[in-house]
């Protein structure tokens, strides 16, 4: 059993996996030095700022949330690096205010598990990306139940992820991809499964959530959530260890007037509703 604390640091993995989905999206500081960038889903801002000192000052990050209080946070956190081309703003992924066309770049990391409409999420990312521009996302994902239907362990597995985390459900890579397809103006996707490479970081989030006992003396209430959280962490594992969950990866650009757009093969896979 690989284990993830004993790999690399948390911090560094993590700094790591966005140097890689990067790469994945073909983003990089000399050609989008003075780049727009939207980061959907941002959290605290750790990866808006993380873009902003890899592109550069000339860049121009913006991350949106539905949470008051990770904006404020983020721009604390902006303020205090001194990366003053990262701003953040609340914002329904679903609805944004932002005109057609708007970005460079449109990233999402692990945001998609969260929306409740996986159809809007896609067609507004798609919307605000700018002809030519790039997009790159990374979330989790069930496998495609084509050709081997859910068991009922698949799908109790899925509702207990679904109601012990309020996510609303999962969806697979390929229909992602049909998704993303449908709006008619991408080119191409490339996707992959990540899980290999990241699964290790399931069992290190439980590692560094529960090894300081300090947590446990000085607020037992918040110690005791992370030991359940950890309980959580680790079904989470278990279903990514056997193919029931997938690190569901894509890119693609936005086609230009002049690009005939090439569209893969729709599939329906079920989704399991909670």
């Not at 490479?197 to 992370?226: E, M, Q």
Request: some cysteine; proline content about 5%; charged content about 25%.
């Amino acid at each position: 059993m690989e284990k993830g604390y004993k790999k690399k640091d948390f911090i560094q993995a993590k700094f790591d996996f966005v140097d890689e989905m990067m790469k994945l999206g073909g983003i990089n500081g000399d050609e989008d030095s003075s780049a727009t960038v939207l980061d959907v889903g941002c959290g605290v801002g750790g990866t808006s700022r993380y873009l902003a000192k890899k592109l550069g000052p000339d860049a121009a990050i913006t991350g949106i949330t539905l949470s008051p209080n990770q904006v404020k946070r983020a721009t604390e956190l902006a303020t205090e690096q001194g990366v003053d081309n990262a701003k953040f703003t609340v914002m329904n992924a679903l609805k944004m205010d932002f005109p057609d066309n708007s970005f460079d770049v449109v990233w999402a990391c692990e945001s998609g598990e969260h929306m409740p409409d996986k159809e809007a999420y896609i067609n507004e990312m798609m919307r605000v990306l700018k002809p030519g521009g790039k997009f790159v996302m990374a979330t989790w994902c069930q496998r495609d139940n084509r050709e081997v239907p859910f068991s009922e362990k698949d799908q109790r597995d899925l509702r207990f992820l679904y109601e012990e985390w309020t996510h609303p459900y999962f969806i697979s890579i390929e229909k992602y991809n049909d998704i993303i397809d449908a709006t008619g103006v991408m080119n191409e996707v490339t996707t992959a499964d990540w899980n290999e490479p990241t699964i290790a970081s399931w069992r290190h989030s439980v590692w560094v959530g529960v090894y300081d006992p300090r947590g446990f003396i000085f607020k037992p209430n918040k110690y005791l959530k992370c030991l359940r959280d950890g309980y959580c962490l680790e079904r989470m594992h278990r279903a990514f260890d056997r193919g029931l969950m997938q690190y569901g990866m894509f890119a693609a650009t936005k086609a230009t007037a002049s690009e005939p757009i090439v569209a893969t093969e729709k599939s329906t896979p079920e989704v399991v509703t909670p």
